[in-house]
């Protein structure tokens, strides 16, 4: 099972979920998977907005009605 034992952000959770993984995300967003990983574990943890905006173009592929705030407290 995707995310067993691990602290998840709202985007791990979700990655989780439709079981997507994170160096996946981070090619098809072109960012480091250092980045993915800080945003899938790190709950206080709030992207830069370029950043945020090239994970959530490559989030919107999977389910195009998902917003930023659905993963980020902004």
Known sequence: MWGMGK???KLGK???QKGLEQQ???KIASVSK???TK???DTDYIPRPDVMKKLLKAIRKVDPHLKMSDFWDM
């Open 14 to 16: 979700w990655m989780d």
């Open 24 to 26: 996946d995300l981070a």
């Open 34 to 36: 250092n980045t993915v």
């Open 39 to 41: 945003a899938c574990s």
């Open 7 to 9: 602290p998840r952000s």
